[in-house]
């Protein structure tokens, strides 16, 4: 069997448990979206990489699909990993325009996105499309990142709670306790990404924590204590520093800000060590 038709456990160093204790690496994830040709890829990655040589975090670029070859090939052998916007459910077959697990894989992707609110507001997916997309990237051989988060008019209807319940539920409910450790959450309130504003401190703690506690309710506390929680939502180098060092906070999603190499640099030195 290929290493990509089956899930490793050997392709991030997310979790060190020592004595224990388990300890969850910071993740610090760039989310191009619809932005940066392959070459404007390799342009980006030149000054960027000198800059994170020393940095602590797990790093994650997440470009869009042309570049993922190029990108791939210019990151093989650092530390900096790769992902994917989207996946497809099926592994092949006649889908004209979608693209399979294995195929990211090939490009040198370690993570993908599934659940990212421009996928769930702009096209329409819903939460049972979600956790197939999860599913099939672990299938693949890929760690997905499962995106949950309100809209405006969810918070201000009080339902913050509710929204992220359902959304955790039907991505991750009855998943294998093999595989849990290796999801990554992004709690990304939809009111916060790319409109510049961004959460409080104390409202991305207070969802963090509260994913926590779903999670050592709902799964258990040996396979949900391991799985980051990131923070998205208008991410920039001067709020990173305390929204990383949130205790429930594990690491950021980070759209626009990433696209500039010495702003993301920023961000990610931002990250605790
Ligand atoms: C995102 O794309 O996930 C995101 C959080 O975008 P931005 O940082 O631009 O708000």
Redesign the pocket.
Known sequence: MQESQSYTRERGPAILAAKGVTVRVPLVAG?W?MNKTPSETEAFLTPFLPLVLQAKPEILLIPAFPSLDRAGRILRGTRIRLGAQDLHVEPRGAFTGAVSAEMLVDCGCHYVLVG???RRHVFGEPDELVRRKLEAAFAGGLRPIL?VGETIAERRAGKTESVLRIQLDAGLSGLSTRLLPDVVI?Y?PVW????GETATTEQAQDAAAWIRGWLHREVGSSAGEPIRILY????KPDNAAELLALPDVDGA?????SLDPKGFAQIVAGAPT
């Not at 916060?192 to 409109?195: E, P, S």
């Not at 999603?253 to 800000?257: E, F, I, N, S």
């Open positions: 989310n979206k990212h609110s421009e995106c992004a990304e916060a990404i790319g409109t998205g939502g208008s991410v999603l980070v759209g626009g800000a």
